[in-house]
Protein backbone atom coordinates (compact mmCIF):
# COMPACT_ATOMS: atom_id res chain seq x y z
CA UNK A 1 0.00 0.00 0.00
CA UNK A 2 2.50 2.72 0.47
CA UNK A 3 4.51 2.30 -2.54
CA UNK A 4 1.40 3.16 -4.28
CA UNK A 5 0.29 5.75 -2.32
CA UNK A 6 3.37 7.26 -2.74
CA UNK A 7 3.15 6.97 -6.36
CA UNK A 8 5.98 4.85 -6.94
CA UNK A 9 3.99 1.83 -7.57
CA UNK A 10 0.86 1.15 -9.53
CA UNK A 11 -1.86 -1.07 -8.97
CA UNK A 12 -5.17 -2.51 -10.82
CA UNK A 13 -8.51 -4.72 -9.77
CA UNK A 14 -8.75 -8.02 -11.48
CA UNK A 15 -12.36 -9.12 -11.51
CA UNK A 16 -13.68 -9.40 -14.30
CA UNK A 17 -13.86 -12.71 -16.42
CA UNK A 18 -15.12 -14.08 -19.80
CA UNK A 19 -18.07 -14.81 -17.94
CA UNK A 20 -18.64 -11.90 -16.83
CA UNK A 21 -18.01 -8.81 -14.09
CA UNK A 22 -20.91 -7.07 -12.68
CA UNK A 23 -22.27 -10.82 -11.31
CA UNK A 24 -19.42 -11.14 -9.10
CA UNK A 25 -20.54 -14.03 -7.30
CA UNK A 26 -20.15 -15.64 -10.58
CA UNK A 27 -16.19 -16.13 -10.42
CA UNK A 28 -14.54 -18.84 -12.37
CA UNK A 29 -11.15 -18.45 -11.01
CA UNK A 30 -9.84 -20.97 -8.93
CA UNK A 31 -7.34 -20.65 -5.65
CA UNK A 32 -6.15 -24.24 -4.26
CA UNK A 33 -4.72 -24.03 -0.70
CA UNK A 34 -1.21 -25.85 -0.67
CA UNK A 35 0.29 -25.88 2.74
CA UNK A 36 1.16 -21.98 3.68
CA UNK A 37 0.43 -20.29 0.28
CA UNK A 38 -2.34 -21.24 -2.75
CA UNK A 39 -2.36 -21.78 -6.26
CA UNK A 40 -4.02 -19.31 -8.40
CA UNK A 41 -5.46 -20.36 -11.87
CA UNK A 42 -7.51 -17.25 -13.64
CA UNK A 43 -7.92 -15.45 -16.35
CA UNK A 44 -9.28 -12.27 -15.98
CA UNK A 45 -10.62 -9.80 -19.48
CA UNK A 46 -11.04 -5.39 -19.38
CA UNK A 47 -8.61 -5.25 -16.70
CA UNK A 48 -7.94 -1.42 -16.51
CA UNK A 49 -4.70 -0.17 -15.79
CA UNK A 50 -3.29 -3.65 -15.96
CA UNK A 51 -0.52 -2.40 -18.36
CA UNK A 52 1.61 -0.38 -15.59
CA UNK A 53 0.49 -2.15 -12.71
CA UNK A 54 2.61 -3.61 -10.36
CA UNK A 55 0.02 -5.14 -7.90
CA UNK A 56 -3.25 -6.90 -8.95
CA UNK A 57 -6.46 -7.46 -6.65
CA UNK A 58 -7.42 -10.89 -7.90
CA UNK A 59 -10.50 -12.40 -6.49
CA UNK A 60 -11.02 -16.41 -6.90
CA UNK A 61 -13.27 -18.98 -5.43
CA UNK A 62 -11.27 -21.17 -2.68
CA UNK A 63 -14.64 -22.80 -1.75
CA UNK A 64 -17.87 -24.05 -3.35
CA UNK A 65 -20.51 -21.67 -2.34
CA UNK A 66 -23.15 -22.54 0.30
CA UNK A 67 -26.36 -23.09 0.52
CA UNK A 68 -28.36 -19.58 0.13
CA UNK A 69 -24.90 -17.81 0.10
CA UNK A 70 -23.62 -18.04 -3.57
CA UNK A 71 -21.55 -15.25 -2.79
CA UNK A 72 -19.62 -17.25 -0.42
CA UNK A 73 -16.39 -19.48 -1.24
CA UNK A 74 -14.54 -16.12 -2.85
CA UNK A 75 -11.00 -14.89 -1.59
CA UNK A 76 -9.68 -11.69 -2.64
CA UNK A 77 -5.62 -11.96 -2.99
CA UNK A 78 -2.74 -9.26 -4.03
CA UNK A 79 -0.80 -10.90 -6.76
CA UNK A 80 2.76 -8.72 -7.86
CA UNK A 81 3.25 -8.51 -11.49
CA UNK A 82 6.91 -10.32 -11.39
CA UNK A 83 5.68 -13.75 -9.95
CA UNK A 84 5.96 -16.35 -11.94
CA UNK A 85 2.85 -17.55 -14.27
CA UNK A 86 1.27 -14.11 -13.77
CA UNK A 87 1.21 -12.37 -17.71
CA UNK A 88 -0.45 -9.92 -19.03
CA UNK A 89 -2.17 -10.57 -22.41
CA UNK A 90 -3.86 -8.67 -25.18
CA UNK A 91 -5.17 -4.95 -25.07
CA UNK A 92 -8.60 -4.79 -25.98
CA UNK A 93 -9.52 -1.47 -28.28
CA UNK A 94 -12.32 -0.28 -26.64
CA UNK A 95 -14.02 3.41 -28.22
CA UNK A 96 -13.55 5.10 -25.26
CA UNK A 97 -11.26 5.71 -22.77
CA UNK A 98 -7.92 5.54 -24.88
CA UNK A 99 -5.58 6.85 -22.53
CA UNK A 100 -5.81 3.91 -20.48
CA UNK A 101 -7.00 0.65 -22.66
CA UNK A 102 -7.42 -2.05 -20.57
CA UNK A 103 -5.74 -5.82 -20.86
CA UNK A 104 -6.42 -9.24 -20.19
CA UNK A 105 -4.81 -10.79 -17.49
CA UNK A 106 -3.31 -14.46 -17.22
CA UNK A 107 -2.49 -16.25 -14.21
CA UNK A 108 -1.09 -20.12 -14.54
CA UNK A 109 -0.65 -21.53 -11.32
CA UNK A 110 0.41 -18.82 -9.45
CA UNK A 111 1.69 -19.36 -5.89
CA UNK A 112 0.98 -16.48 -3.55
CA UNK A 113 1.74 -16.64 -0.06
CA UNK A 114 -1.40 -16.88 2.82
CA UNK A 115 -0.41 -13.51 4.19
CA UNK A 116 -1.54 -12.01 0.80
CA UNK A 117 -5.51 -12.76 1.58
CA UNK A 118 -7.20 -8.89 1.39
CA UNK A 119 -9.50 -9.89 4.22
CA UNK A 120 -11.30 -12.93 5.37
CA UNK A 121 -10.95 -16.00 3.51
CA UNK A 122 -13.97 -17.24 1.46
CA UNK A 123 -15.58 -13.32 2.15
CA UNK A 124 -13.67 -11.77 -0.54
CA UNK A 125 -17.31 -11.17 -2.26
CA UNK A 126 -17.62 -7.88 0.64
CA UNK A 127 -14.08 -6.91 -0.59
CA UNK A 128 -15.11 -6.85 -4.72
CA UNK A 129 -18.37 -5.20 -3.59
CA UNK A 130 -17.56 -2.30 -0.61
CA UNK A 131 -14.79 -1.47 -3.23
CA UNK A 132 -17.51 -1.14 -6.22
CA UNK A 133 -19.45 0.88 -3.52
CA UNK A 134 -16.99 3.85 -3.18
CA UNK A 135 -15.10 3.38 -6.64
CA UNK A 136 -18.73 4.21 -8.22
CA UNK A 137 -18.84 7.53 -6.88
CA UNK A 138 -15.13 8.21 -8.64
CA UNK A 139 -17.18 6.78 -11.83
CA UNK A 140 -20.20 9.69 -11.15
CA UNK A 141 -17.28 12.42 -11.09
CA UNK A 142 -15.70 10.88 -14.23
CA UNK A 143 -19.13 11.39 -15.90
CA UNK A 144 -19.29 14.74 -14.64
CA UNK A 145 -16.21 16.35 -15.83
CA UNK A 146 -17.14 15.09 -19.25
CA UNK A 147 -20.79 16.40 -19.37
CA UNK A 148 -19.03 19.80 -17.54
CA UNK A 149 -16.71 19.54 -21.12
CA UNK A 150 -19.45 18.70 -23.73
CA UNK A 151 -21.77 21.34 -22.01
CA UNK A 152 -18.96 24.12 -22.48
CA UNK A 153 -17.61 23.09 -25.60
CA UNK A 154 -22.14 23.22 -26.89
CA UNK A 155 -22.52 26.80 -24.87
CA UNK A 156 -19.43 28.83 -26.39
CA UNK A 157 -20.39 27.46 -29.79
CA UNK A 158 -23.51 28.65 -29.55
CA UNK A 159 -22.53 31.86 -28.62
CA UNK A 160 -19.85 32.55 -31.20
CA UNK A 161 -21.72 30.78 -34.07
CA UNK A 162 -24.15 32.46 -36.33
CA UNK A 163 -26.85 31.12 -38.53
CA UNK A 164 -30.08 33.16 -40.26
CA UNK A 165 -28.58 36.26 -39.41
CA UNK A 166 -28.81 35.93 -35.47
CA UNK A 167 -26.78 33.60 -33.27
CA UNK A 168 -27.10 30.06 -32.64
CA UNK A 169 -28.12 30.90 -28.93
CA UNK A 170 -30.94 33.01 -30.01
CA UNK A 171 -33.10 30.08 -31.23
CA UNK A 172 -35.97 28.71 -29.17
CA UNK A 173 -34.80 25.30 -29.88
CA UNK A 174 -31.16 25.83 -28.84
CA UNK A 175 -32.08 27.44 -25.59
CA UNK A 176 -34.12 24.51 -24.61
CA UNK A 177 -31.27 21.96 -25.05
CA UNK A 178 -28.49 23.91 -23.29
CA UNK A 179 -30.86 24.58 -20.36
CA UNK A 180 -31.72 20.69 -20.22
CA UNK A 181 -28.08 19.82 -20.36
CA UNK A 182 -27.35 22.31 -17.92
CA UNK A 183 -30.70 20.68 -15.85
CA UNK A 184 -28.60 16.87 -15.89
CA UNK A 185 -25.06 18.50 -15.36
CA UNK A 186 -25.96 20.56 -12.28
CA UNK A 187 -27.82 17.82 -11.06
CA UNK A 188 -25.23 14.81 -11.43
CA UNK A 189 -22.86 17.09 -9.53
CA UNK A 190 -24.82 17.09 -6.57
CA UNK A 191 -25.91 13.60 -6.71
CA UNK A 192 -22.65 12.99 -6.87
CA UNK A 193 -21.74 15.67 -3.99
CA UNK A 194 -24.69 14.36 -1.95
CA UNK A 195 -23.01 10.38 -2.37
CA UNK A 196 -19.56 11.10 -2.07
CA UNK A 197 -21.01 13.14 1.58
CA UNK A 198 -22.54 9.98 2.97
CA UNK A 199 -19.91 8.17 2.22
CA UNK A 200 -17.25 10.37 3.81
CA UNK A 201 -19.41 9.99 7.06
CA UNK A 202 -19.85 6.45 7.07
CA UNK A 203 -23.56 6.58 6.51
CA UNK A 204 -25.17 3.06 5.29
CA UNK A 205 -27.16 4.52 3.03
CA UNK A 206 -24.47 5.81 1.17
CA UNK A 207 -24.39 2.71 -1.26
CA UNK A 208 -27.66 3.30 -2.54
CA UNK A 209 -26.91 6.99 -2.89
CA UNK A 210 -23.36 5.51 -5.18
CA UNK A 211 -25.79 3.83 -7.79
CA UNK A 212 -27.92 7.09 -7.87
CA UNK A 213 -25.40 8.79 -8.58
CA UNK A 214 -23.53 6.94 -10.82
CA UNK A 215 -26.50 6.04 -12.94
CA UNK A 216 -27.41 9.14 -13.79
CA UNK A 217 -23.97 10.90 -14.12
CA UNK A 218 -23.55 8.31 -16.32
CA UNK A 219 -26.03 8.78 -18.34
CA UNK A 220 -26.44 12.26 -18.14
CA UNK A 221 -22.95 12.32 -19.48
CA UNK A 222 -23.21 10.66 -22.33
CA UNK A 223 -26.92 12.68 -23.34
CA UNK A 224 -24.95 16.13 -22.87
CA UNK A 225 -22.26 14.82 -24.93
CA UNK A 226 -24.72 13.89 -27.42
CA UNK A 227 -26.58 17.05 -27.51
CA UNK A 228 -23.45 19.10 -27.60
CA UNK A 229 -22.88 17.33 -30.89
CA UNK A 230 -26.31 18.05 -32.45
CA UNK A 231 -25.61 22.17 -31.49
CA UNK A 232 -22.38 21.81 -33.34
CA UNK A 233 -24.03 20.26 -36.50
CA UNK A 234 -21.31 18.85 -38.79
CA UNK A 235 -18.65 20.16 -36.98
CA UNK A 236 -19.70 18.37 -33.95
CA UNK A 237 -19.15 14.57 -35.80
CA UNK A 238 -15.32 16.18 -37.07
CA UNK A 239 -12.44 14.41 -34.91
CA UNK A 240 -10.77 17.96 -34.47
CA UNK A 241 -13.93 19.40 -32.17
CA UNK A 242 -13.06 17.13 -29.53
CA UNK A 243 -16.56 16.17 -28.48
CA UNK A 244 -16.49 12.33 -30.36
CA UNK A 245 -14.45 11.41 -27.46
CA UNK A 246 -16.32 13.06 -24.45
CA UNK A 247 -19.25 10.79 -26.53
CA UNK A 248 -17.18 7.51 -26.35
CA UNK A 249 -15.17 8.11 -22.87
CA UNK A 250 -19.34 8.53 -21.47
CA UNK A 251 -20.56 5.28 -22.96
CA UNK A 252 -18.10 3.33 -21.30
CA UNK A 253 -18.95 5.08 -18.05
CA UNK A 254 -22.09 3.62 -17.99
CA UNK A 255 -20.76 -0.13 -18.01
CA UNK A 256 -17.72 -0.21 -15.91
CA UNK A 257 -17.16 -0.15 -12.19
CA UNK A 258 -21.07 -2.05 -12.50
CA UNK A 259 -23.44 -1.77 -15.02
CA UNK A 260 -26.17 0.76 -15.11
CA UNK A 261 -28.67 -2.02 -15.24
CA UNK A 262 -27.15 -3.14 -12.21
CA UNK A 263 -27.08 0.06 -10.29
CA UNK A 264 -31.16 -0.09 -10.74
CA UNK A 265 -31.41 -3.38 -9.19
CA UNK A 266 -29.47 -2.46 -6.47
CA UNK A 267 -31.28 0.79 -5.80
CA UNK A 268 -34.51 -1.13 -5.77
CA UNK A 269 -33.07 -4.32 -3.90
CA UNK A 270 -32.32 -1.40 -1.45
CA UNK A 271 -35.68 0.40 -1.45
CA UNK A 272 -37.47 -2.84 -0.75
CA UNK A 273 -35.95 -3.79 1.87
CA UNK A 274 -36.01 -0.26 3.78
CA UNK A 275 -39.55 -0.24 3.21
CA UNK A 276 -40.58 -3.60 3.74
CA UNK A 277 -37.51 -5.50 5.32
CA UNK A 278 -37.30 -8.23 2.52
CA UNK A 279 -33.75 -9.12 1.57
Do not use: C
Request: charged share 25%.
Amino acid sequence: MTPIARGEKRGAHANTEPSGGSDVAGIQSRAEKVNDHYVINARKVFISGAGEADYFIVSARTSPPQPNKRWWGITTFVVERDWPGVKVGQQFRVIGMRGEQPYEVVLDNVKVPAENVVGKENEGFKVVVTTYDYTRIGIAAQAVGIAQAAFEKALNYALQRELFGQRLIEFEMIIEKLADMYIRLEASRLLTYWASSLADARRPEFTTAASLAKTFATESAEWISRQAIQIHGGYGVDFETGLERYLRDAVITTIYEGTNEIQRLTIVRELVRQAFGIR
